[in-house]
């Protein structure tokens, strides 16, 4: 019998310097850079509480005194302890330094990526396949509008920035069976634990059509700000089925207002 849905653990890498949003990063960590007056790192968790998934292990590192200082603001019904992992560790020594600290299935997640992912729809998909792990996929956001050619060859139409289906891209949300532990190899997350465990046999992938944007810069943030000046972001909608209109704004913690 597996835990109850509602205690899954999230854990959050959150100790990077952040160099690619440098030198807004030089005073401030890149998760607690703000997004319409929440820092992002919040947003990140509440897309998680606003599912159900209230216990959270952020695992910090750079100005880790100051993600503990803002942990404290977070709401009394949440459960969050933060963890100094180092300050040069990489993201795979961070999640492994935090293994005593979860149980036998946990979400992990970075603390610079935004979507309205369906969490619960995600743990169901990892517990059937069986697999040690399973990660999000979007397809690839094309930085560079393209140009559609008619038959004739002349220039149809243009698309603005358009998602490249055909290519798919690891969207940072993760589920963990505790077991990976066992298989574990490498420092580095991305370069060496998840294609040791796609080599093993044991990565699943889980689709996301829905929204989704990384804040790899300053500039990123700034646009996800635009994005919830006029209420809750597009991440902060709970998913629905495949092809079905969002639900509606996923309700923030109990003493939290949508911005």
């Not at 750079?62 to 993201?91: I, Q, R, S, Y």
């Not at 996929?137 to 920035?161: C, H, M, Q, W």
């Not at 690891?170 to 080599?199: I, K």
């Not at 992938?205 to 300053?218: Q, R, V």
């Amino acid at each position: 019998m597996g835990m109850p849905a509602a205690d899954v653990r999230t854990v959050i890498l959150c100790g990077g310097k952040g160099t690619r949003a440098y030198p807004n990063t030089v005073e401030v960590p890149k998760p607690l850079l703000e997004i319409c007056n929440r820092p992002m790192l919040q947003h990140v968790m509440e897309i998680y509480a606003g599912q159900g998934f209230r216990r959270f292990t952020l695992a910090a590192g750079f100005k880790a005194e100051m993600v503990a200082d803002f942990a404290t603001t977070l709401p009394a019904d949440w459960e969050v302890e933060v963890v100094d992992t180092g300050l040069e560790t990489n993201t795979g020594g961070r999640v492994n330094a935090v293994r005593d600290r979860v149980g036998e299935v946990f979400f992990c997640t970075y603390a610079d990526g935004l979507g309205d992912i369906d969490l619960p729809a995600q743990l169901a998909v990892h517990r059937a396949s069986g697999a040690a792990a399973t990660l999000t996929t979007v397809a690839l956001p094309s930085p560079y509008g393209t140009i559609e050619l008619d038959r004739d060859g002349r220039v149809a139409r243009f698309t603005e920035k358009p998602r490249l289906q055909d290519h798919r891209i690891n969207a940072g949300f993760f589920v963990f069976s505790r077991r990976v532990f066992d298989l574990w190899w490498g420092e580095d997350l991305e370069r060496q634990v998840l294609p040791h465990l796609a080599g093993l046999g044991e990565l699943r992938p889980f689709p996301h059509e829905g929204f989704w944007k990384s804040a790899d810069t300053y500039k990123d943030t700034q646009e996800l700000a635009a994005l919830c000046r006029s209420g809750p972001g597009p991440w902060l909608t709970r998913p629905g089925p495949v092809g079905s209109e969002h639900q509606g704004p996923v309700a923030h913690g109990a003493d939290e207002a949508p911005a």
